[in-house]
């Protein structure tokens, strides 16, 4: 999933810019969320830091503070390598800056047409979302499922456990940040997914690459996220 970002310190610019990206998520049924907005880049900056998901910034470049939007995009990038950084402002003359702080922006968008920044947010989100799949996808190992009408990609280092729906027919994905409910079995899982995912109970499928600690006792597994999960014996062997 990516993280939006919104710095923009006019409140009513601000709002516009938000629902035009929540529309568009909609519409689009992208795999990402508004994450933060705010007028002071301290702030956001501040949200970043906490943000495990690379993110998507749409950033004024005049943010009325000591901080500008630029000065901002190169703080950002020492926490976000791989995020996308988009500048939106009235000043066109201005875009020569993010060659200057070496901010490698993705977009420059003009305030002054705003039909014209709506289409443009739209085409900076679905080339973000088409970069980002890309760049998952040769660097890690990737499920991808449908659910609730969009196409989600999870990073196998990220996936904790399948587990079996009380809903037919569904299986819940419980990964390190979210959990996701889709149509499948944990049989056909078990056939997809490579070594790294074992069967330890009837009713679930675990990442053992993300097993804290393993409680024979009880039959109980930790997880690094601090979920747990049973193991039934006839499958402790196994595990």
Do not use: W
Request: proline letters at 1%; hydrophobic letters at 40%; glycine letters at 4%.
């Amino acid at each position: 999933m990516l993280n939006i970002f919104v710095c923009e310190d006019n409140a009513v610019q601000r709002r516009t810019i938000v629902q035009i990206i929540q529309n568009t998520i909609l519409i689009e049924e992208l795999d990402m969320q508004l994450f933060f907005d705010a007028g002071d880049p301290y702030a956001l900056l501040e949200k970043v830091k906490t943000s495990q998901n690379t993110g998507i910034y749409f950033l004024d470049i005049d943010l009325n503070s000591s901080m500008n939007g630029m000065k901002l995009a190169q703080q950002i990038r020492l926490f976000d390598p791989r995020g996308f950084i988009i500048f939106i402002t009235s000043h066109s003359e201005l875009s020569y800056m993010t060659f200057q702080y070496r901010v490698e922006a993705m977009d420059f968008v003009l305030k002054d047409n705003p039909a014209e920044v709506k289409v443009k947010i739209r085409e900076c989100l679905l080339n973000a979302m088409e970069r980002y799949t890309l760049q998952t996808n040769k660097t890690h190992k990737v499920y991808t499922i449908e659910a609730g009408g969009r196409k989600i990609s999870v990073d196998y280092d990220d996936i904790i456990f399948f587990e079996t729906s009380s809903n037919i027919h569904k299986v819940i994905l419980h990964a390190k940040d979210r959990q996701i409910e889709f149509s499948s079995a944990l049989k056909d899982l078990t056939c997809a997914l490579d070594d790294n995912f074992v069967r330890c109970h009837r009713s679930f499928l675990v990442n053992k690459n993300n097993i804290k600690e393993v409680d024979l006792k009880n039959r109980i597994i930790y997880f690094t996220n601090g979920e747990t999960c049973l193991m039934s014996t006839r499958m402790m062997k196994g595990l």
